[in-house]
């Protein structure tokens, strides 16, 4: 830290967040990082609905997922009457199936593994596009960026579920984790575009050729100035991931393509609909629960992944920052001495 | 339209062919136990009784193309140009017909709907697009955005149940499922051609529901251009508002959205095999839930390098005609 101050200092270490030339105390610190990370984001979640209802869905699964699971016992056929009406009695609210399994336990049961589907697929697709769009980037015009392109292309031209369908018919995948990993083979290529084009046109800002120029090596540049950058379309394109794969693995389960050996909502319509659900109105619920959640949880997600958008938009959130860092002064000039970046 | 960007586009084309084709065969060597094991228990069950393994590798070889005794890039030769020099993808295990026979049949019905679910949907995510950023913020952007924030969270396989619950159960008007009503001579006759519309009408509906997921992005696009100065200038020259809507708008905010249009056909393409399993309608994706469904390995993977190679044409096609909507491309440059 020292070596800040003297008069021959490194342009590095000026450039170096971890060398406060007047350090704050730990409570302004962290002040400063809820203020940055947790208020202003809340404040411009509670102005635009879409963040606050799209959230709130996602957590009511989340929880479901998670204490539901706990709190309902798993579903055992004859467990109650078959095919009760749903809003008839308190052990089974949503009616029960052919098997007298209660739907709304079958539901619950469904969440973990949907969530493990999500969550593998999500990881997958939106890491590997993230690595490819900033490598093709930042290399444009080699010949490893056109190499990473062509393969992008070819990825996106192939029609994905045809080829999701052979590679899960031929390895029969039984683990969630596995299936979200299939799931996510064709999700990334598009968002590899993205993230490419965006890092070409970041690239071309001025404070990051002022990086280049000053000699920073390129992962500092990297993760300083470009990840940050793109983290609102990773985080967008993860939301929009996830509904395809909710869609894809539902659809799946749905055929009957993937093999039936947890409870899930495709598993669920799959039954429903071989059992002429459609025509036998005393089943339809069997049918349309699994369903309503399907469109619940992927409205949520499409609602939050627009207001994430919002979220992210620079503008606004640097008005609602503001108004929360009224009151010190001190602060102000603080931020101007280490905002230099 | 220059003959370097079409060549560069033929080659990713072709390229993309042969790697799909590499897949499957990779695909085959990859199944747990090696082709050998995997598709014995199938072939016995065909043949029934005992088979040794000499006559089952030549049976292997006779449906797949791909002979387990020999090396790898023999087998790959030898699989290769029986793909691509005699256009034979092999013969199916259950049907015991020629896996091109039984795709040749089936392509016209899945072509028939997926076009018209692909100008169904992006006709109307063009026009949706372009009307909302219009009259952006009006009653009818709200309600139309919302509409379309709700439909784009519902999968296209639930479109579908929900339009053979509402349209074919409830009401009759449209068939279950099926191709053509029983009893129907087919012909140049009314009643024929009635029917086959009836039953292409709400599997074409749920699959184009999938292709107007590019209205939103469109209308982001067309409230771009709506900021820009020569809409201006076209206003103040007091051109009439179809033609700005349309000369002006329509054909500058379509722009950008091309490539995420060529990427949708072949989304478009492959929801083909859902939805064609729950209107029960006979085309190339029903043959492969039924290929899926039987172990029928031969055809699956044949209907998967068929997929393939209707959807990079398809692109092709599209890509044709971008050179004739963009100037720039015609100029020489991408």
């Known amino acids: 830290m020292s070596e800040a101050h003297s008069d021959t200092f490194d342009l590095k270490d000026l450039y170096d967040e971890d060398i406060d030339p007047d350090p704050e105390s730990r409570a302004d610190r962290a002040k400063r990082f809820l203020e940055m990370n947790v208020v202003a984001p809340a404040r411009i979640a509670v102005d635009d609905w879409r963040a606050l209802v799209g959230g709130a869905i996602l957590a009511f699964f989340l929880l479901m997922g998670t204490v539901g699971v706990w709190l309902v016992e798993r579903p055992t056929s004859g467990d109650a009457p078959v095919l009760a009406a749903p809003f008839e009695s308190l052990a089974y609210p949503l009616g029960t199936d052919v098997f007298g399994q209660p739907i709304h336990a079958q539901l619950i049961h469904a969440t973990p593994g949907m969530f493990k589907m999500i969550f593998a697929g999500a990881v997958v697709s939106v890491g590997f596009a993230a690595l490819v769009g900033v490598v093709a980037g930042f290399e444009h015009g080699t010949r490893i960026d056109s190499f990473l392109m062509t393969i992008t292309d070819v990825v996106i031209t192939i029609p994905g579920l045809p080829l999701i369908i052979v590679i899960t018919a031929i390895f029969q995948p039984e683990n969630p984790y596995i299936v979200g990993v299939f799931l996510g083979i064709d999700n990334w290529p598009g968002l590899a575009r993205t993230v490419r084009s965006q890092v070409l046109s970041i690239r071309e800002e001025s404070y990051v050729e002022a990086s280049e120029i000053m000699g920073i090596p390129l992962s500092s540049i990297l993760r300083r100035d470009i990840l940050s950058q793109l983290m609102p379309y990773v985080m967008i394109n993860g939301a929009l991931t996830s509904r395809r794969i909710i869609f894809e693995s539902v659809g799946l389960y749905f055929l009957g393509i993937l093999p039936f050996t947890t409870f899930n909502w495709g598993v669920m319509m799959n039954l429903a609909y071989e059992g002429n659900a459609l025509t036998r109105p005393d089943m339809l619920p069997w049918m349309v629960a699994p369903m309503v959640c399907i469109f619940l949880l992927s409205f949520g997600l499409v609602l939050l992944s627009q207001g994430l958008d919002s979220l992210f938009n620079v503008r606004l959130r640097a008005r609602h920052a503001k108004t929360s860092k009224k009151k010190g002064t001190s602060k102000n000039n603080q931020s101007q001495a280490t905002g230099g970046d | ?334």
């Open chain 2, 1 to 334: 339209m220059t003959p370097k960007y079409l060549l560069k586009r033929l080659g990713q084309a072709i390229l993309t062919f042969l790697v799909t084709m590499t897949v499957s065969f990779l695909l085959y060597q990859a199944m747990p136990g090696g082709p050998t094991e995997a598709m014995r228990s199938v072939i016995l069950s065909q043949s029934g009784g005992s088979v040794d393994i000499d006559r089952l590798n030549r049976m292997i070889q006779l449906y797949t193309n791909v002979n387990p005794d020999q090396p790898m890039h023999v087998q790959y030769f030898n699989y290769a140009s029986d793909v691509i020099l005699r256009q034979d993808l092999g013969t199916s295990f259950f049907k015991n017909e020629k896996v091109t026979t039984l795709i040749m049949q089936r392509i016209p019905w899945s072509m028939f709907i997926s076009v018209y679910a692909l100008a169904l949907g992006y006709s109307l995510s063009i026009f949706l697009g372009v009307m909302t950023a219009y009259r952006e913020k009006s009653r009818f952007d709200s309600t139309v955005s919302s509409l379309i924030i709700g439909l784009n969270s519902i999968p296209y396989y639930i479109v579908g149940v929900v339009l053979i619950y509402f349209l074919a159960i409830q009401n009759n008007y449209f068939p279950t499922g099926g191709r053509i009503g029983s009893g129907i001579t087919a012909g140049y006759n009314p009643e024929f051609m009635l029917s086959l519309v009836k039953h292409a009408a709400l599997p074409a509906i749920s699959m184009g529901a999938l292709a107007t997921s590019g209205a939103l992005a469109m209308r982001g696009n067309a409230i771009r251009v709506l900021g820009e100065d020569y809409i201006r200038v076209a206003q103040l020259r007091g051109l009439r508002e179809t033609r700005i809507a349309t000369q002006y708008l329509g054909h500058n905010s379509i722009l950008p959205m091309y490539t995420q249009f060529m990427i949708g056909i072949a989304g478009v393409f492959s929801s083909a095999v859902i939805v064609e399993e729950v209107f029960a309608y006979p085309g190339m994706g029903l043959l492969m839930f039924e290929a899926v469904k039987t172990q029928d390995y031969p055809l699956l993977m044949g209907t998967l390098i068929v997929f393939t190679a209707i959807s990079l044409t398809a692109i092709f096609i599209a890509d044709l005609t971008y050179t004739l909507i963009d100037p720039r491309i015609s100029v020489g440059e991408e």
